[in-house]
């Protein structure tokens, strides 16, 4: 006799089922959790790092954009600058050639033309004059100043290869007049006079420092002029040690050398150790170039602080999740274990109400019939094949009456009905000696 005649639910395919998504159900209760909020935890973290880095190269760039400005500045006074020495120097040489038979060093005219022009660079610029033999004169001259030979510098040995009406310059010397450190820009003469041949300016380093101070970017940034050699004529603030040094063999100036304008990032290996974004531009018409620094930390030290200020709060809001998650498993864990035990305790029921000899049907809270076991069948006379229909005519379903006892049954003198699980289902067991009303 098939379950279907009997009017049940097969209960083997409905066990499985139920099984199946009882098993689906756990792994989504088991791994869902979890896996949701990690791919959530995921993407969050994945979108903090992004923005993080977004807002790293975003303030590298605003920084780059403003030395630029700083950079165009610095390039614009120091040509400026040159342009002024080179002009300085010309004008002395056109006065020489125009005036050849005045004694050059004791010559009032000349004289004052050069002190006028060192009082408007404001020290920053003294003249000199270079004899045939080498020997170097101040204007004016003072009998009490030894006159120091220059034949053995490489600034003098420079300008006389390059030849009339061209300048050089050079890399910083101490000068053996002043002892003071400067960058010699000498020019050799249209011809001597009076037994001068080179017209030197001597800028002074110490002062060229001080004036590219104004326009550091403090503390960590610098401003130094570099020959497009490599030769690094100044650095502010000072480092004595590079100065005069050759550049050309490190990775960085190959930028330098290969670019008219443009960004680098320095390893700060020669110096502090201390990385630093560099803007550099080449000057116009003479072979220098201008390069700015300021110190990466400083460029990026707000960026730090938001950026720890973040992930702490995005740590805060991923450990409350893994906890709320972790209490939530729990929940569904304890919620699992009680639908197991009330599948338990119904395949129980079942089990036993096909296995007692005592008829049973069940209701549900209202009234309407659920099922019947074999024995109330064979109890009332009904035919395997009896419909839901034939099992109404042989019972009247009553109205709950009666006093429920402490153990969950009703009773009302023929019937004993019993309320299980959550109330809902009322499972009524007959004898065979008891005639139920149709």
Known sequence: MSATDNG????????????????????????????????????????????????????????SAELEHLCTAVAQH??????????DLRIVD?????NPGIEPLHDSRLVDLVQQMQQSSDGLIQLRLVGTDGRVHALPASPAQAVPNASDRPYLQEVLKLGPGKIHIAAPVQSRITGRWAIPVPR?????????????A???????????????VLPLGTVSVVRKDGVLLSRTPSEARLIGRNLSDQAFFQTFSTQQQG?????????DGQRRLVRFEHL????????????????????????????????????????????????????????????????????????????????????????????????????GDARPEDWKQRLEIEPLAGKMDTRGY???????????????????ICRADIVLRD
């Open 410 to 428: 009703l009773t009302d003198g023929e019937h004993t009905l019993h309320l299980v699980g959550d109330k809902r289902v009322q499972i009524r």
């Open 202 to 216: 001597a800028v002074d380093l110490e002062r060229l420092q001080q004036l590219h101070e104004r326009f550091r």
């Open 263 to 271: 960004a680098a990032l320095l390893p700060g290996t020669l110096t």
């Open 94 to 98: 056109q006065w020489l050639q125009a």
């Open 188 to 200: 050799q003469m249209v011809a001597p006079v009076a037994g001068m041949q080179v017209v030197v």
């Open 284 to 383: 116009q018409n003479y072979p220098l170039i201008v390069a700015v620094t300021r110190g990466e930390e400083d460029v990026l030290a707000g960026y730090y602080e938001r950026r720890g200020l973040v992930f702490v709060v995005v740590l805060i809001i991923s450990l409350f999740s893994v906890f709320f998650a972790w209490r939530l498993q729990r929940a569904q864990h304890a919620s699992r274990l009680a639908r197991l035990q009330a599948q338990h305790t119904s395949a129980m029921l079942l089990a036993a109400k096909n296995a007692l000899p005592l008829g049973q049907f069940q209701t549900d809270a209202q009234g309407r019939l659920i099922s019947v076991n074999e024995a109330w069948r064979q109890i009332h006379g009904l035919s």
């Open 8 to 63: 049940f639910m097969d209960a083997a395919p409905a066990q499985r089922a139920e099984r199946f998504a009882s098993r689906v159900r756990s792994a989504l209760e088991r791994l869902g959790v979890f896996g949701i909020l990690g791919l959530m935890l995921l993407t969050l973290w994945a979108l903090v790092l992004w923005f993080s880095a977004f807002q790293k190269q975003r303030q590298l760039t605003e920084a």
């Open 78 to 87: 120091t040509l400026a600058l040159i342009k002024s020495v080179d002009a």
